[in-house]
């Protein structure tokens, strides 16, 4: 039988039996190429098979405590970790090239290895001696990290079961191949294969093990996309460039709560942690401005405060421009569209953009209300007071939504010095943190509260 030929598409890991320019699966364009597919491995009965043996649940011991995980004394990272490392678990860490992964991770390898875990650092980009003059540059030459340059995969499987590390960081998995796969570094194929190897690696020797994965836009290169659903925690390093802020992002974690962010600052000498990100979020924000609105959102278990910017204009173009960074623009229009059918007040004609300063992405629901008060904000231009905080969720009714944790909002609101808060009629919420409160029952009543009856 004639081998039939598979293609894979590098930014999400799609097969299909033929070649299109565009990813049915995930959209993308121009990500599409032929790949080797994988060995199907043995038939069931094939000589030499080991056979397994399954264990009763409640056969396991349950005085077991579960590993204890390792702290590396960054906060910001071991929270989003869900509280440290686990022994014997694949992390991957995606971002775009240039955001400062391998930053992260060197002084990530650094704290541990203080700590007296024995960290491999694995570079596949950059020589030992250029990796060791950033960890001078990052005045980390002094931590006790073991530093290799290698890219073949069973090179470094043969030296890490000899070193016995606790942890090991591979920067980054594009790099590395396995001379047993029959395709190019970076390949679909390729970047499984290898990721596939050493997450079975972490969980055989009890070892962690840190990908790094770089976001490639490019069809020949694999996306960390493609493995996430081989590893134990998927964690995003996003921001900005142009921002010093960073923020690293558990999109799947295994080990703790999904979502859970830890906030970073670039600086001269590598990332610093930023313990209170509500503050630095804030700390751009000058008089009240029309279009500015401070939105009280949750990020993983933490409130954070956040700027939502907005402009409305009118546009000199028959399409009129909607432009949004750091929040949904399906959910932008969806906003625009209820504020037009409920309560009556068209952006026909207008250019709108949105922006959430300091380089966060939001996807909260809760975040709808706060838009909302920027849009129209805009529109009227009329400032909304600068110690008021507004959050809730609109739905395609017009009605308000309370949103989970509103107390925490409200406390964190409280606690950085804002004297008022905008949220929905109805759920608990308490003493209401000692805010003054002014509780619209839907979108129209919301729009009479701050901007008067007309
Ligand atoms: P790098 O860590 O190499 O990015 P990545 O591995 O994601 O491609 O960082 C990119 C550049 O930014 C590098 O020249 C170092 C610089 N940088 C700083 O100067 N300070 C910082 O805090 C960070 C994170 C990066
Ligand atoms: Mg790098």
Known sequence: ????????????????????????????????????????????????????SAVKLTDLSTQEAPPPRAASGLDELDRVLGGGLVPASAILVGGD?????????????????????KTVYVSGEEASAQVRMRAQRLELADAPVRLAAETNLRDILTTLEAEKPQLVIIDSIQTMWADNVDSAPGSVTQVRATAHELTTFAKRHGVSVVMVGHVTKEGQIAGPRVVEHMVDTVLYFEGERGHQFRILRAVKNRFGPADEIGVFEMTGTGLAEVVNPSALFLSER?????????????????????????????????????????????????????????????????????????GLKISEPAADLAVAAALLSAREDVAIPAETVVFGEISLSGALRPAPQTENRLKEARKLGFTAAIVPAGGKIGSGGGLQLTRPADLTGFVGDIFGAG
């Open 1 to 52: 039988m004639a081998k039939s030929k598979t293609f894979v598409c590098s930014s999400c890991g799609a097969s299909f039996s033929k070649w299109s320019g565009r990813c049915e699966a995930c959209g993308e364009w121009n990500t599409i190429s032929e790949e080797v597919p994988l060995s199907s491995g043995p038939a069931s009965k094939s000589l030499g098979a080991r056979r397994g």
């Open 97 to 117: 090239p240039g955001i400062g992964k391998s930053t992260l991770l060197l002084q990530a390898a650094a704290a541990f290895a203080r700590k007296g875990l």
């Open 286 to 358: 000058g008089q009240p401005t029309p279009g500015s609105v401070v939105f009280a959102g949750i990020e993983g278990t933490r409130p954070v405060l956040v700027e939502l910017q907005a402009l409305v204009a009118p546009s000199p173009h028959s399409q009129p421009r909607r432009a949004v960074v750091g929040w949904d623009n399906a959910r932008l229009s969806m906003i625009l569209a209820v504020l037009e059918a409920r309560c009556g007040i068209p952006f026909a004609g207008l250019d709108v953009y949105l922006n959430v300063a300091g």
